[in-house]
């Protein structure tokens, strides 16, 4: 199993960014993906849940007005999308296949810093 994400992103504030995670090894509709950031000295922070079968969403509710989660299940790719970014926007972006609730296989994590 390989959850391989996008490269390093730089943007400014209130603009947007689409991070990919691409899974192989795996039935990519037979398991949830989790999105979890990590903000510089601070813990994880659960971002929502996606299910690439039928692409149903849950999200933590500080995201629902800003983060939408897509997949495109013809390259077993799944994307977040985070507009209107902020400073405290700042952070490594994680996806990690979700196995009986917890996260069995994570990508490496794509840093997105957002600054002016």
């Known amino acids: 199993v390989q959850l391989v994400q996008s490269g390093a992103e730089l943007r400014n504030p209130g603009a947007s960014v689409k991070v990919s995670c691409k899974a192989s090894g795996y039935t990519f509709t037979s398991f949830y993906l989790d999105w979890v950031r990590q903000a510089p000295g601070q813990g994880l922070e659960w971002m929502g849940r996606?299910?690439?079968?039928?692409?149903?969403?849950k999200l933590a509710q500080k995201f629902q007005d800003r983060v939408t989660f897509t997949a495109d299940t013809s390259t077993s790719t799944a994307y977040v999308e985070l507009r209107g970014l902020r400073s405290e926007d700042t952070a490594v972006y994680y996806c990690a296949r979700n196995y009986r609730g917890r996260g069995d296989y994570w990508g490496k994590g794509t840093l997105v810093t957002v600054s002016s």
């Open positions: 996606f299910d690439p079968e039928d692409g149903s969403t």
